[in-house]
Every structure is written in C-alpha cells, then in structure tokens.
C-alpha cells in the first residue's frame, strides 16, 4: 500500500547531538503526526501537526507541516540515551473514504552512544 | 484517563485456527482503527469502525474481519490462520473526525506456528 517517504532509514549519533528526520508525500496530508515506537510495544504520540506551515514543539522535540502539505521534519534536540527507539511519521487525509487510516513512513530506527 | 487496552497480548496459533483480538479505545472515543504490523510491510491499515459500523477498510482479504460494540469496543478476527498472519496488531482510537489524532494500543503479537 502507499506509504510516506521517510528519511533517513536509521541514524547513528552520539548522546547531546540533534536529530533530524523527514517524510515526504506525493499526497496532500491534511494532519501529519510523528510517534515514537519501542521494541514490541505500540507507537506513542509524540506530537500532531495540523495546519500547513504550523511549527509545533514538545520539550526537545520539534515538527514542522511543510507548506505545500506534503513533507514534515521532526528535530530532536541534546539527544539522550532513552531517545533510543523507532520514529514513524504518518497522515491523515480529510478526502473520499479515509476515516480511520493513516499513512505510515518506514520509520527513522536512532541509536543514542553514551 | 485511561489509554487504549489490547488484549490478549501474546498469542501462539497453529495454521488453519481462527484468532479474536479485542481492543477498548479511550474512553470517549468512537472511533477504532485496526493495523498489522509487519517487517517487510511496516504498518499497515486494516479497517476502522464508528458508532459499529465499518468506514473504512484497507486491501486485506476477506478472513480479515472486525466489528464494534455499543461501547465502542472492538474485536478484530482472522480466520485460517497462515504462517503469514504473524504481525504486531496494534488498534487506535480517535473521536472518529477524518483527521482526528489517533491513540495507539501496546498490540497484540500474533505467532502463527
């Protein structure tokens, strides 16, 4: 099925680095959201998006709607060692027949060295 | 409040067996998402329910089936079980708008043996 293109597949950075990940789309997003998944548990929120060009933060983290509605970045600031995880950025599409579905990117695995 | 509830967790079928996962969304949601979770896949879409009706489904084949409740429940069932069901199931719930945030279940791992 479609996905979002997410980039890049996985980083490797030292402890109190930033982070940046982005998802790019040939489709129009009316809501992006970025989660962070551990190892068998479900994605947590991290933080929603829902207007183009909105700038949104939550504590050391940073997304951004694209304006054109088909990109958003995430930015992870001072990374720690408890960042370490999957983040998957994903979409919501208000036409036709999406209730309920949204659109995942391949996800972002980061790696945080002590 | 409490978040969305996945039961069972862990489940081991044989080939052949049908399965029942169930899903308690946020209370005040109406909306329920289901997704299979896989490697080579990654997430993808299953169906959704509002106020137990189907609204959506996504292009799994017909021995994937849901329904919801009048509580807002859901079950999700998959019948003849293939080696290939193996996946995370993970739910989300929302207030049901089309672009509403969706909360996301710890899942259920499903091993088909």
């Known amino acids: 099925g479609q996905q979002l293109n997410q980039s890049p597949q996985s980083m490797f950075i030292q402890e109190g680095e930033d982070v940046s990940m982005n998802c790019t789309s040939s489709?129009?997003?009316?809501?992006w959201l970025w989660y962070k998944q551990d190892p068998g548990e479900g994605p947590v929120l991290l933080i929603a998006?829902?207007?183009?060009?909105e700038l949104t933060s939550n504590g050391r983290l940073t997304a951004q709607f694209g304006i054109t509605r088909k990109d958003s970045f995430l930015n992870i600031s001072a990374s720690i060692p408890s960042d370490v995880g999957i983040y998957f950025c994903a979409g919501l599409n208000a036409g036709g027949t999406s209730y309920g579905k949204l659109t995942f990117g391949q996800g972002t695995i980061l790696t945080v060295h002590p | 409040k409490a978040g969305v509830t996945q039961t069972p967790r862990y489940l081991i079928k044989t080939r052949g067996q049908q399965v029942t996962l169930s899903c308690s969304p946020i209370s005040g949601h109406r909306s329920v998402s289901w997704y299979q979770q896989t490697p080579g896949q990654g997430l993808q879409f299953l169906f959704e329910?509002?106020?137990?009706?189907?609204?959506n489904k996504g292009n799994f084949p017909g021995r994937f089936s849901g329904r919801q409740f009048s509580n807002s429940r859901s079950e999700m069932n998959v019948s003849t079980l293939e080696l290939g069901d193996s996946a995370l199931y993970l739910c989300?719930?929302?207030?049901?708008?089309?672009?509403?945030?969706?909360?996301f279940g710890p899942g259920t791992r499903l091993t088909v043996l």
């Open positions: 989300a719930s929302s207030y049901g708008g089309r672009t509403d945030t969706q909360y």
């Open positions: 329910y509002f106020s137990e009706t189907q609204r």
């Open positions: 998006l829902y207007k183009a060009g």
């Open positions: 489709s129009i997003f009316n809501t």
